[in-house]
């Protein structure tokens, strides 16, 4: 009788929840398991999964109660039926920059786990400090502001890191945290990541870095492919860059690596088989890129809430409005990234503004207006392209942190003609010109930041993505869609990307996939993309580049930044 062929899973902890996703060789979803912090963990008074001290501005989470969860999700796995001997393979993402601090009984305690007993029971005593500083923490301004400026300023940390400092980069909270709890951190042994945490409990012993994941932190540098050496001076304080080296380990070059087999204690407790290798897992924003195989060029868009744009590609060309990661499985390649901040709930106030004119407030579809509109209106408002200045602004319920700016509202017209620009209401039928303005003022911000980064298709054709993908509750708008591809391009179309919530399950499962049963030298995009159904997941939703408005709105491209930089200025001078 054959065997039963191989399964391996892909974990997600997030902020509010850990999921477990279960797949097949062919990549095939077979089981899924969610554990929800606020309604299924006990004993930890969090709400959206954190704690709060807001007098510091402190977010932080339990580390126990990620303990408590992965029992869970594993054992409602069990009650699902899943057989844990045939699963292969593990990985797995984590919320990005969170840290974890593990005390000198650590590995003895994670060595020797009783299966009779769960994690939560076992573990109390391994953490040197009970919590992990969240992504929404921002109590560390002082200490961005010293990385700022250690190596000259935000455009040479930038280069050497792939980011200016943020308040959630694991370097700035570590230098807090060794300031505020100096004892604490003399007796804090190992530092983890959140991903590297989560592959540890499964090694049953302290994990390495992942290579992608390691660059959100401020501390590696990603041209030399070590740490930073300076930034280790400023970070480590008065116990010395070569104890913090300890506490944070090495970091593996081949983010399919095989970091050991599953530790007896889930052989023991669950039924893996000896022989299920742990990989290393990764940030949730690198296993987000995985969850396709996103060919170079690829560009995946976000739109959600807010907006975020990955893209993979080979060009390293950091910006302190922008992150830049290696790659999670592809030496050579990059991840790109943008996050705003303004991004559905902007769109949303425009276009309830303009169900309000046309009387129609209580739409069964809510958008009709706004796409009939948006659609209507010529590309940059212009009439006739070659005489009528363009019409562009900046839309921001929220403040932004790119460009960084309070929150507002500036409009301006653009003659491309001779490059002025006028900040003006004239002209402007509002809210019906904003339906366009809106959505083009948030694209054309993300073909600024990401030209340079992208190749041309074809002799004769202008650099631009192969594909775009859209994700997140925005990508169901055909209207959004539509001028996505006339500014972003997308030499392959734009398509709509349906993968739910699962997307950082997924990635890491699949990076679980690629790492065991890759042929020698095969990428994770050749392995993958042979397997991947694309019509179980995307469709074709618009034309992307188009000869003539894909020019035209580079040209448009130029004004906006003209206009971003005036209005920067005109903020600096109102506040100096």
């Not at 929404?136 to 010293?146: N, P, V």
């Not at 060919?295 to 390293?316: C, K």
């Not at 939703?541 to 930044?561: L, N, S, T, W």
Request: charged share 25%.
């Amino acid at each position: 009788m054959l065997s039963q062929p191989p399964l391996y899973i892909g974990f997600d902890l997030s902020t509010q929840q850990l999921k477990g996703i279960v797949v097949n060789s062919e990549l095939k979803v077979v089981y899924v398991s969610k554990f929800d912090f606020d309604a299924d963990s006990h004993g930890f008074g969090i709400k959206k999964g954190v704690l709060t001290h807001e007098a510091e501005h402190e977010v932080f989470a339990p580390v126990a109660m990620w303990l408590q969860a992965l029992d869970a999700v594993l054992a409602d796995l069990r009650r699902q039926g899943l057989d844990f001997g045939r699963v292969r393979g593990i990985s797995g993402a984590g919320q990005q920059h969170g840290s974890v601090y593990w005390g000198k009984d650590a590995e003895r305690l994670l060595g020797g786990l009783d299966a009779g007993r769960t994690l939560e029971e076992q573990l109390d005593g391994a953490f040197s400090h009970p919590y992990s500083p969240n992504w929404q923490d921002a109590s560390t301004q002082r200490e961005c502001d010293e990385f700022d400026a250690f190596l000259g300023g935000t455009e040479e940390l930038a280069l050497a890191t792939g980011s200016k400092a943020h308040h959630r980069f694991t370097g700035p909270q570590i230098l807090r945290f060794q300031r505020k709890y100096p004892d604490i951190y003399r007796k804090t042994t190992r530092i983890s990541l959140v991903s590297s945490f989560l592959a540890s409990l499964f090694l049953g012993h302290i994990a390495p870095f992942d290579i992608s994941d390691v660059c959100g932190m401020n501390l590696w540098n990603i041209k030399k492919g070590a740490y930073d050496e300076e930034l280790l001076k400023l970070c480590a304080g008065s116990s010395g860059v070569e104890d913090l080296k300890h506490k944070l380990g090495e970091v593996p070059e081949d983010g399919g690596f095989h970091l050991g087999k599953v530790d007896p204690y889930y052989v023991q407790r669950y039924g893996f088989s000896p022989d299920c290798t742990v990989i290393p897992a990764t940030g949730d924003n690198p296993a987000t890129i995985l969850a396709l195989p996103l060919r170079p060029s690829d560009a995946m868009v976000s739109l959600g809430t807010s907006t975020t744009f990955l893209m993979s590609t080979p060009s390293y060309k950091p910006d302190p409005a922008t992150h830049f990661f290696n790659h999670p499985t592809t030496p050579g390649l990059y991840m790109f990234m943008l996050c705003y901040k303004n991004g559905g709930l902007a769109r949303e106030l425009v276009r309830d503004a303009i169900n309000e004119k046309f009387g129609d407030n209580d739409l069964p579809q809510p958008w009709t207006n706004f796409d009939k509109v948006a659609l209507q209106t010529a590309p940059m408002g212009q009439r006739t392209e070659s005489s009528d200045p363009m019409k562009m602004g900046l839309f921001f319920p929220r403040p932004e942190i790119v460009p960084n700016l309070r929150s507002g509202q500036w409009r301006f017209n653009y003659n491309p003609a001779d490059g002025s620009l006028h900040e003006t209401n004239d002209g402007w039928d509002k809210p019906l010109d904003e339906a366009r303005a809106i959505v083009e003022s948030q694209l054309l911000s993300l073909r600024l930041r990401s030209r340079g980064l992208t190749q041309s298709p074809a002799q004769g054709i202008p650099a631009q993505p192969r594909r775009v993908y859209l994700v997140g509750g925005g990508s169901k708008n055909k209207a959004i869609a539509k001028i996505a591809g006339e500014i972003l391009g997308g030499s392959d179309g734009v398509y709509k990307l349906e993968i739910g919530d699962n997307a950082c399950a997924l990635g890491a499962a699949y990076k679980a996939v690629w790492a065991i049963e890759r042929s020698e030298g095969q990428t994770f995009e050749d392995l993958i993309g042979q397997r991947w159904r694309e019509e179980d997941f995307i469709e074709k939703i618009a034309d992307g580049y188009q000869k003539g408005i894909f020019e035209q709105y580079g040209r448009a491209v130029e004004g906006f930044e003209k206009m971003e930089l005036q209005v920067l200025k005109q903020e600096a001078e109102r506040n100096a």
